[in-house]
């Protein structure tokens, strides 16, 4: 199965391991609990973009009545959920049909609508200029091989003005054997593309296809698609030994598009 991973399937490859990985009750595939949304709606919340730091609350708008938010690559009703609890009109955007039935199914739950799109975001993005105020996109594009196009593709479909939450994997991690993280193994960037050696250390069906980025990737290439930084912070892993030495392995950043 390897030999047959291209660029023109490689998301169908994500797609079938992240739908495996929430039948076996994956953390990040875990819908938010009706408790959580009841308390979200009276303005208690807590929002992931990477593993264990909540998003601080002065990166969101005081009053989301109204705005539009497009939860990109961020199925699985964690995040969502609550943006509509706090009053947005909510847009999510995935390709995994299991993140996305999530998606549906605490909405009907709660009683809210969203709009759900299926579609892969190495594309230009379903959406029209000026789409949205917010575009939410936890730690996800480590499952896309260029990142630079979906910072361009951001902007365009943002309002001046408009906020754009990442959650981004700094690459780090993918240096490391798999799952001791004693020994630097791999050189990066980690791309199973072009790379035999890194595509013989996943596997397709459990792993799906990864990518590393630098940070000329995520944060540059932010800047270079005409956003300005706000702010940022780092995270761990939340777990295992570069968790133990205290390694940051993931970035958070805040951008605008200028008015």
């Given at each position: 199965?390897?030999?047959?991973?291209?660029?023109?399937n490689?998301?169908?490859?994500n797609?079938?391991?992240?739908?495996?990985?929430?039948?076996?009750?994956?953390?990040?595939?875990?819908p938010?609990?009706?408790?959580?949304?009841?308390?979200?709606?009276?303005?208690?919340?807590?929002?992931?973009?990477?593993?264990?730091?909540?998003?601080?609350?002065e990166?969101?708008?005081?009053?989301?009545?109204?705005?539009?938010?497009?939860?990109?690559?961020?199925?699985?009703?964690?995040?969502?959920?609550?943006?509509?609890?706090?009053?947005?009109?909510?847009?999510?955007?995935?390709?995994?049909?299991?993140?996305?039935?999530?998606?549906?199914?605490?909405?009907?739950r709660?009683?809210?609508?969203?709009?759900?799109v299926?579609?892969?975001?190495?594309?230009?993005?379903?959406?029209?200029?000026?789409?949205?105020?917010?575009?939410?996109?936890?730690?996800?594009?480590?499952?896309?091989?260029?990142?630079?196009?979906?910072?361009?593709?951001?902007?365009?479909?943002?309002?001046?003005?408009?906020?754009?939450?990442?959650?981004?994997?700094?690459?780090?991690?993918?240096?490391?054997?798999?799952?001791?993280?004693?020994?630097?193994?791999?050189?990066?960037?980690?791309?199973?593309?072009?790379?035999?050696?890194?595509?013989?250390?996943?596997?397709?069906?459990?792993?799906?296809?990864?990518?590393?980025?630098?940070?000329?990737?995520?944060?540059?290439?932010?800047?270079?698609?005409?956003?300005?930084?706000?702010?940022?912070?780092?995270?761990?892993?939340?777990?295992?030994?570069?968790?133990?030495?205290?390694?940051?392995?993931?970035?958070?950043?805040?951008?605008?598009?200028?008015?």
């Amino acid at each position: 199965m390897t030999d047959a991973i291209t660029r023109d399937n490689y998301a169908d490859a994500n797609a079938r391991a992240i739908d495996g990985w929430n039948a076996d009750g994956w953390e990040w595939g875990t819908p938010i609990s009706h408790e959580d949304y009841l308390r979200a709606c009276q303005g208690d919340w807590e929002m992931l973009l990477t593993p264990t730091k909540p998003v601080p609350h002065e990166w969101c708008p005081a009053d989301m009545t109204g705005l539009r938010v497009l939860g990109l690559a961020c199925g699985g009703a964690q995040q969502m959920p609550i943006f509509a609890a706090l009053g947005a009109v909510c847009t999510v955007l995935d390709y995994t049909p299991s993140q996305l039935e999530s998606e549906r199914m605490v909405a009907q739950r709660e009683g809210y609508e969203i709009e759900i799109v299926r579609a892969d975001m190495s594309k230009p993005l379903p959406f029209e200029d000026a789409s949205f105020d917010m575009i939410f996109h936890p730690v996800s594009n480590c499952y896309i091989e260029e990142v630079k196009p979906l910072w361009l593709e951001c902007n365009r479909i943002l309002k001046p003005g408009g906020r754009l939450l990442a959650g981004l994997d700094n690459g780090f991690g993918y240096v490391f054997d798999y799952p001791d993280e004693e020994r630097a193994i791999y050189g990066l960037p980690f791309n199973p593309l072009v790379n035999p050696e890194h595509m013989a250390a996943l596997d397709p069906v459990e792993d799906g296809i990864q990518f590393s980025h630098t940070l000329e990737d995520q944060i540059r290439g932010q800047l270079q698609a005409g956003f300005q930084l706000v702010d940022c912070y780092e995270d761990t892993y939340g777990e295992g030994r570069l968790y133990e030495m205290n390694i940051p392995t993931f970035w958070a950043t805040y951008a605008v598009k200028p008015l």
